[in-house]
Nanobody, 124 residues
């Protein structure tokens, strides 16, 4: 499974951005997809994830502001980010877990497959 994220950029406080992640390869093998973010010197944080059944989960820090979704073909993953704050500034990564893998939200190594990150900068 290959993943490629895009859509990052510079936005003012209170603004919105939509991140996209294109998945290719063995799409039917994907069970869970998610977005992580990381800032220098900090541990990578799971922002949101979505299961194959469509169940979504969010970090407390983004609940009510971010929305994760997948298209019906399951080749695209999105993260709609609204009401952005300076603390949302980070490199955002999309990731995927394949069927047969063991994963849980706090898993240190994260998911199985990763895309290159996209920088999101929220300026005040």
């Amino acid at each position: 499974v290959q993943l490629q994220a895009s859509g990052g950029g510079l936005v003012q406080v209170g603004g919105s951005l939509r991140l996209s992640c294109a998945a290719s390869g063995d799409i039917p093998s994907i069970n869970i997809m998610g977005w992580y973010r990381q800032t220098p010197g900090k541990q990578r944080e799971l922002v949101a994830h979505i299961t194959n059944s469509g169940s979504t989960h969010y970090a407390d820090s983004v609940k009510g502001r971010f929305t994760i979704s997948r298209d019906t073909s399951k080749t695209m993953l999105y993260l709609q980010m609204n009401s952005l704050k300076p603390e949302d500034t980070a490199v955002y990564y999309c990731a995927a877990v394949q069927y047969g893998s063991t994963w849980w939200p706090a898993k240190r190594d994260g998911m199985d497959n990763w895309g290159k990150g996209t920088q999101v900068t929220v300026s005040s």
